[in-house]
């Protein structure tokens, strides 16, 4: 069967049957290890109907940035950064990857920056223009 998982570890299965053709016989729940070695091994450990399998690397899920955290200047934004598996493991390909990261500073000059102006300072003459 097709891996149980699109990305990451999942299980496959198949199926193992013994039609035989004589309805009072069946078959035998031992067989042989291998035809050099007689010792007897169960059916299901000679013949897995199961394994493990691995899908293709997971890809990251990753929102959208948020706002930044302050409306005028230096802040921080935010967005989620998830394995569809809730596995890291299963996203980083190799060793060397590393998670995208969820926070990021930011500076916003938005409409709540408002320029703030002082008084006129003294004239620098005496007298004249």
Known sequence: SECTDQCGTGTQT???T?????EDLSCPA???TSEDDPTLVSVHAKYPVSRVCSGVACTWDISDWSECSNGC???IRLRVV???????????ASPDDEKPVETE?????GSSC???LSDWSACD?????
């Open 125 to 129: 003459t005496a007298c004249g223009t």
């Open 82 to 92: 998830a394995c569809p598996t809730g596995s890291d493991a299963n996203c980083l």
């Open 105 to 109: 500073e930011c500076t916003h000059c």
């Open 18 to 22: 013994c039609p035989c053709p004589f």
């Open 30 to 32: 031992e067989v042989a």
């Open 14 to 16: 198949r199926s193992l």
């Open 114 to 116: 408002q320029f703030a």
């Open 73 to 75: 200047g230096p802040g």
